[in-house]
T-cell receptor, first 111, second 110 residues
Framework: DADVTQTPRNRITKTGKRIMLECSQTKGHDRMYWYRQDPGLGLRLIYYSFDVKDINKGEISDGYSVSRQAQAKFSLSLESAIPNQTALYFC??????????FGEGSRLTVL | RKEVEQDPGPFNVPEGATVAFNCTYSNSASQSFFWYRQDCRKEPKLLMSVYSSGNEDGRFTAQLNRASQYISLLIRDSKLSDSATYLCVVKPTGFQKLVFGTGTRLLVSP
């Protein structure tokens, strides 16, 4: 089983719908991250959390929100999805800001 | 100027060739540097950290040039399985988050 698990792996939705992407980890790491990846733009940080009570905005947080329900769980929400949020989303964990361990990704398409 | 810049490629090389990628970074105070590998439609995975003195892991060698603000990755005796996108990653001083380059794509052909 993967150490960092993302659900759903693929999702197609319509503009205006609320979407939640979930991430859970068994690595015991305190730090968790949400990134999105777009062709030609690389990985961009949406939100990050260094412990259960800590939530920080990344470089592209507008239109997104997160919830850190437990050390092992970090979910990303799109309150009202729009087409330019179509992307590949990755959750990641780390012990320090060295090595990141990524989930397998969630491919979201907003029509 | 982007914080981390890479040539997107693709670099097309035959099996057995030696290939090198560079990555430039804009923050001269950056402290930590990494190369990640990403296969098509897969998650990135750490390939190697880059130390000031340079480091080698089998066929892979990473170097840091602080004066010119770039890091490099050298792959010797390329294998078909080396075909992937190589992401340069930098940790700027004082920040807790990593900055990713857009990646360099490598295609190794028979």
């Amino acid at each position: 089983d993967a150490d960092v698990t993302q659900t759903p792996r693929n999702r197609i939705t319509k503009t205006g719908k609320r979407i939640m992407l979930e991430c859970s980890q068994t690595k015991g790491h305190d730090r968790m991250y949400w990134y999105r990846q777009d062709p030609g733009l690389g990985l961009r940080l949406i939100y990050y959390s260094f412990d259960v009570k800590d939530i920080n905005k990344g470089e592209i947080s507008d239109g997104y929100s997160v919830s850190r329900q437990a050390q092992a769980k970090f979910s990303l929400s799109l309150e009202s999805a729009i087409p330019n949020q179509t992307a590949l989303y990755f959750c990641a964990t780390s012990e320090t800001t060295g090595e990141l361990f990524f989930g397998e990704g969630s491919r979201l398409t907003v029509l | 100027r982007k914080e981390v810049e890479q040539d997107p490629g693709p670099f097309n090389v035959p099996e057995g060739a030696t290939v090198a990628f560079n990555c430039t970074y804009s923050n001269s105070a950056s402290q930590s540097f990494f190369w990640y590998r990403q296969d098509c439609r897969k998650e990135p995975k750490l390939l190697m950290s880059v130390y000031s003195s340079g480091n080698e892991d089998g066929r892979f060698t990473a170097q840091l040039n602080r004066a010119s603000q770039y890091i490099s990755l050298l792959i010797r005796d390329s294998k078909l399985s080396d075909s992937a996108t190589y992401l340069c990653v930098v940790k700027p001083t004082g920040f807790q988050k990593l900055v990713f380059g857009t990646g360099t794509r490598l295609l190794v052909s028979p």
